[in-house]
């Protein structure tokens, strides 16, 4: 299974960027999709998922209103669509793919199975 993370790139305060996971090996059916995201010398931080079933979309707080996370099965893609971005949304980006992830674990890094390489964003001020 490769998870394949793109469209990262250095964009100024207020714009907008979309992220795409391409998943090969694996379909998305039954599985739980994230974003996690990284910023120097910062543990992994929970961004957004979709649960394994039903659709229902979970954010953090500081995203919440302008980033959506969505999934397009028959292409095996997971998106992050990043609205009015924030300097403090610069990272590297990592998306992940779960089978087993339970709605209370959406948030939890080592529940997922497999990882991307990441993806990096920088938003200049």
């Known amino acids: 299974v490769q998870l394949q993370a793109s469209g990262g790139g250095l964009v100024q305060g207020g714009d907008s960027l979309r992220l795409s996971c391409v998943v090969s090996?694996?379909?998305?059916?039954?599985?739980?999709v994230a974003w996690f995201r990284q910023s120097p010398g910062k543990e992994r931080e929970f961004v957004a998922a979709?649960?394994?079933?039903?659709?229902?979309?979970y954010y953090t707080d500081s995203v919440k209103g302008r980033f959506t996370i969505s999934r397009d099965s028959a292409k095996r893609t997971v998106y992050l669509q990043m609205n009015r971005l924030q300097p403090e949304d610069t990272a590297v980006y990592y998306c992940?793919?779960?089978?087993?992830?339970?709605?209370?674990?959406?948030?939890?890094?080592?529940?997922?199975?497999?990882w991307g390489q990441g993806t990096e964003v920088t938003v200049s001020s």
């Open positions: 992940a793919v779960g089978a087993r992830v339970i709605t209370s674990s959406l948030g939890v890094a080592t529940a997922y199975d497999y």
């Open positions: 090996g694996r379909t998305l059916s039954g599985h739980a």
């Open positions: 979709i649960a394994r079933t039903g659709g229902a979309t």
